[in-house]
């Protein structure tokens, strides 16, 4: 009986997700019906045409006859039922067949339906006998669980109160999980079935309803016998239901969703990329789901400060308000989202944003843990013995992560304010409270790196946060004396490598401030420190702060240079010179990377800096450019060869990057003087995929006319790692030929290159 249902139900419901099927002559079937027992004035019948419409008709009986017509070309249930009932548990169920007459005779009970004419039909009333004795021994169970849910139902119809509801689902879920027995059972007769019928179009049925029980492998194996019913559109239905298995499968790479979660924030799962995240898809409805929570709140405090991430995807866009009370009162720490599917009385269900079916999960709970990198490398449903599979994947993942634990004290007139630590490159990403005056803040420690705090104190004065960080090299304590409005002036005790990063950047500091000192004798330290874009002043200020730091590069890479072979054995040399690559060329890049010792060149920060040079290598002055092709804004392939003939600006940018919009007013100048004269702009996008129309929107308010491309990967952009870009914004000039004769050239800058250019 509750195979049945449940069968009933998800037929109907899949019908939108048939795949399109190749156009053969359809053939037409008759159904004869012969009804006799209490009174029913009309039956209506209903099945999946070969356009994969859900097809509805209705008869009204005469002396108990009733007759249905329609098309198909292959073998399509169809569902009988009377309109004194209307449910799942009073319906006859058959298969219909091309030009086939089926006579159907009904004798009070519509589960019980005598079936002519159809021999697709005498598999599926083969399957149902061998199942029959095993539904038998069901019955008492079931009718206790039909007393259970109505009793849950009535009440909740009645309003009872939350505590009492609860009590009746309990109740009801206790029931049912006493048909385990019986539904493997079940499963084991229906596997016999498909062994002896590998090919049958009943196999092809019912196998859809396996996929969520049997192993990926399995079902492939069982897919693979069906030979020609592939071809059926039960046989593409599972198909499509086993890619999406395979695509929420370990090996597979995590389709990306974005989506609203709970508080109306945008959440995109490449947000959380380089933390492991587990997917928790559940329901408030669910009480496997809900007994699992107190254990999944174990595992989050557990692992957390180790760097896993929980999101929620509640199949609840149904009753929203179930939602929220389900995640309050289980205490759910975690990201929330809905599913994204929705309902429609007359359309039915709606896919389209369906996150459950981007992974193939038909039922709840079932948990999916993704990698840093996006790889899918474990999956988990109900049961104890897959808890037990999560707990130990979960160990093993983590077992080698250590942890910095960062102590801060500060005033307590900060009680309540929010400080955020992050290192997106290693997926930290986390916020404490402070609380009499204290605060405690754990992150995963893997390698040497930088982590990075703001106060919202401070970015509230100052509208706008002012990132900081501390150089970390093992892993341990570190205590912090933390000045909230104005974190620059912490005071860090336990990163001896901070403080030797420290002693550089105030050298360096000292030669900014003498900078800007001779701009605020000339303009005033009220403009220097807050410069109006509008004043006429403004281009003046720009152009006289380049050429004060160009003038002083001399002595910044001397100063460089020196810091690097004094503390050539140091994390802090190898971060100083891989923030400052930059404004290096390739061949001193290359020289002050071959001061520094061996110990933190094989760091990820050590990596970047040996691809950075070799990038610096064939991005030289001198060189010319590496080919590429991406896409545009229309997703055209662009190849940089493309523009030979002109003189190019290849232009890496983002919609996200203030420095890089401030820029764009030059860049349009520019283009706009001299884009007759044969000179053109490329620009190349690091934005998201599931930011696109951030990007389109930011061409069309600055105005940028020319040419457009990007994969769409952040950081990760093709182009950007081939010309080693880790910070924008950056640009390349090259000539009709394609050699590049100028890097990273702005401002007034630039249109004094061009104006020498075109002079010739």
Not at 40 to 54: A, L, M, R
Not at 604 to 622: E, N, P, V
Not at 638 to 644: G, N, T
Request: charged fraction near 25%; proline fraction near 4%.
């Amino acid at each position: 009986m509750m195979l049945q249902k449940r069968i009933i139900a998800l037929s109907l419901a899949a019908t939108s997700l048939l795949q399109a099927r190749a156009q053969t002559k359809p053939g037409e079937f008759v159904v004869n019906g012969k009804y006799s027992g209490p009174a029913v004035d009309v039956v209506y019948f209903g099945y999946t045409n070969d356009n994969d419409q859900q097809v509805k008709d209705s008869s009204v009986l005469k002396n108990g006859a009733f007759t249905f017509k329609g098309s198909v070309s292959e073998p399509r249930m169809g569902y009988l039922y009377p309109k004194a009932s209307g449910n799942a548990r009073s319906s006859a169920q058959f298969f219909l067949e091309p030009q086939k007459t089926i006579t159907v005779k009904i004798n009070g009970d519509f589960n019980k339906p005598v079936v002519t004419g159809s021999a697709t039909q005498k598999e599926y009333e083969q399957l149902q006998a061998e199942q029959e004795p095993i539904r038998k021994q069901m019955e008492p169970l079931s009718a206790q669980y039909s007393v259970a849910t109505k009793a849950y139902n009535d009440a909740k119809k009645n309003n009872a109160p939350e505590n009492e509801l609860d009590t009746l689902k309990y109740r009801a879920a206790a029931i049912h999980d006493l048909f385990t027995p019986y539904n493997e059972r079940m499963k084991a007769c229906t596997l016999r079935f498909f062994e002896k019928h590998p090919a049958s179009v009943v196999t092809a049925f019912y196998l859809r309803f396996y996929v969520t029980s049997l192993s990926l492998d399995s079902l492939k194996l069982f897919y693979n016998r069906l030979g020609k019913t592939q071809q059926t559109g039960y046989g593409k239905l599972l198909a499509s239901e086993i890619a999406k298995l395979e695509g929420g499968s370990p090996g597979s790479m995590a389709k990306n969703f974005t989506t609203t979660d709970i508080n109306g924030k945008q959440l995109s799962l490449t947000d959380f990329k380089g933390r492991y995240v587990l997917v928790d898809f559940w329901a408030s409805w669910c009480v496997p789901c809900r007994k699992g929570n107190p254990h999944l709140k174990e595992l989050y405090a557990m692992y957390k400060p180790k760097g896993l991430e929980i999101i929620g995807i509640s199949d609840d866009d149904r009753d929203h308000d179930a939602w929220r009370k389900a995640v309050e009162k289980d205490g759910l720490p975690w990201r929330h989202v809905l599913r994204g599917m929705k309902f429609d009385p007359v359309k039915g269900y709606d896919r389209t944003n369906d996150i459950s079916d981007l992974f193939g999960v038909h039922s709840l709970p079932t948990q999916i843990l993704i990698d840093p990198t996006g790889k899918i490398i474990g999956r988990y449903d109900e049961g104890a013995a897959s808890v037990k599979a999560m707990d130990t994947k979960l160990a093993e993942v983590f077992k080698d992560v250590a942890l910095i634990k960062f102590n801060g004290t500060t005033d307590p007139a900060f009680n309540g304010e929010e400080i955020v630590i992050y290192n997106r490159a290693i997926g930290v990403y986390d916020s404490v409270t402070v609380q009499n005056g204290q605060f405690t803040i754990t992150a995963p420690f893997k390698e040497p790196n930088r982590y990075m705090f703001y106060s919202k104190a401070e970015a509230k004065k100052k509208k706008g946060y002012s990132p900081w960080g501390i150089l970390i090299t093992k892993a341990g304590d570190v205590n912090l004396k933390m000045a909230m409005d104005s974190i620059q002036a912490t005071v860090v005790n336990g990163a001896p490598e901070n403080e030797l990063y420290n002693s550089y950047a105030a050298a360096s500091n000292e030669a900014m401030k003498k900078i800007m000192s001779k701009l605020s004798e000339k303009y005033g330290a009220d403009f220097v420190n807050s410069p109006d874009a509008k004043d006429p002043r403004y281009k003046e200020l720009v152009a006289d702060y380049q050429a004060l730091a160009k003038e002083n590069q001399p002595a910044d890479q001397a100063r460089l240079e020196q810091f690097i072979s004094t503390n050539k054995n140091s994390f802090a040399a190898l971060y100083v010179l891989s923030v400052s690559a930059n404004g290096l060329d390739a061949a001193k890049l290359e020289s002050m990377y071959e001061l520094l010792g061996a110990g933190y060149k094989t760091t990820s920060f050590g990596q970047r800096l040996a691809d950075k040079i070799q990038s610096a290598k064939i991005t030289a002055i001198g060189k010319t450019a590496p080919e590429f092709q991406q896409p545009d804004t229309l997703g055209n392939m662009v190849k940089l060869s493309d523009f030979r003939g002109k003189y190019v600006l290849v232009d890496f940018w983002a919609s996200w990057c203030g420095p890089c919009r401030q820029e764009n007013p030059h860049v349009v100048k520019a283009f706009t003087q001299y884009k007759d004269k044969g000179f053109t702009v490329l620009g190349i996008s690091l934005d998201k995929e599931d930011k696109k129309d951030a990007w389109l929107g930011a061409i069309h308010k600055d105005g940028l006319t020319w040419t457009h491309v990007s994969d769409l990967k952040f950081w990760d952009n093709a182009v950007a790692k081939l010309y080693g870009i880790n910070a924008i914004p950056q640009n390349f000039l090259l000539d009709p030929k394609g050699t590049i004769i100028a890097t990273n050239v702005r401002g007034e800058e630039l249109n004094k290159k061009l104006a020498e250019i075109f002079k010739m």
